[in-house]
Nanobody, 123 residues
Framework: QVQLVESGGGLVQAGGSLRLSCAASGRTFSKHGMGWFRQAPGKEREFVAAINWSAGSAYYADSVKGRFTIFNDNAKNTVDLQMNSLKPEDTAVYYC????????????????WGQGTQVTVSS
């Protein structure tokens, strides 16, 4: 069993920064990696970023490339998402998930999900 807990969300002005953190417990060592998705009201869940632990590769949606960074914080045993230059369109509930398949950009490749953390970016 895997349990995920996100933290770090909140209210921030446009142009500001937030750092989200995902703490995982369970047998994540046997999985491919971790990912971040987001969902705004009335919209589909959208891929944001993912990290493949085995390959040491990171992947980003075009909408966040150059602004967001996903990385392992080994000291805290978490997977974090550093979010810079935030825009109002980044407002959403952000979810971390465990990558259990091969298609990192598809929600169907993730077998475990956290409860989500709200990110609100004001103008």
């Amino acid at each position: 069993q895997v349990q995920l807990v996100e933290s770090g969300g909140g209210l921030v002005q446009a142009g500001g920064s937030l750092r989200l953190s995902c703490a995982a417990s369970g047998r994540t060592f046997s999985k491919h990696g971790m990912g971040w998705f987001r969902q705004a009201p009335g919209k589909e869940r959208e891929f944001v970023a993912a990290i493949n632990w085995s390959a040491g590769s990171a992947y980003y949606a075009d909408s966040v490339k150059g602004r967001f960074t996903i990385f392992n914080d080994n000291a805290k045993n978490t997977v974090d998402l550093q979010m810079n230059s935030l825009k109002p369109e980044d407002t959403a509930v952000y979810y971390c998930a465990v990558l259990t398949g091969s298609l990192y950009y598809s929600s169907e490749s993730y077998g475990y999900w956290g409860q989500g953390t709200q990110v609100t970016v004001s103008s």
